[in-house]
């Protein structure tokens, strides 16, 4: 089910195995790829959803005021909700360069357990088995 779609964003509910599911088209305009993810947080209070699928590999780089943002704000929100497996398929050259393995470590200290993926299939089957 489709619960956002614009120009920068889908995010999906997969009912049937109920984890929300995010692609981005192009880089994001923060204010729509905020209001996507404030729109899934509500989602897995409702649903009582644990994982997330991201489909990063079309963004660009977000920037400082969007992190703190969702490191302060959204993902506590998120955690608090029943948040507790992320998958995120990222372009190669951010996957190869590490640069999620600090941001990772933040999470894990939250309660939320983070992998980085660069093929969707192998972030969606780490995330079912979960």
Do not use: C
Request: aromatic fraction near 10%; glycine fraction near 4%; charged fraction near 25%.
């Amino acid at each position: 089910m489709k619960v956002v779609e614009n120009e920068y964003v889908t995010l999906r509910h997969i009912q049937d195995k109920n984890y929300l599911y995010h692609t981005v088209h192009k880089p994001v305009d923060e204010a729509a790829f905020k209001a996507s993810l404030d729109k899934g947080v509500a989602l897995m209070g409702q649903h009582r959803i644990q994982k997330w699928l991201s489909d990063d590999r079309l963004n660009g780089p977000l920037s400082q005021d969007f992190s703190a943002w969702a490191i302060e704000d959204w993902i506590p929100r998120a955690i608090k909700a029943g948040w507790k497996y992320w998958a995120n398929v990222v372009p190669v050259e951010i996957e190869a360069a590490g640069t999620l393995t600090p941001f990772m470590d933040v999470l894990h200290s939250m309660g939320l357990r983070m992998m980085v993926f660069s093929k969707l299939e192998d972030a969606q089957d780490w995330l079912l088995k979960q």
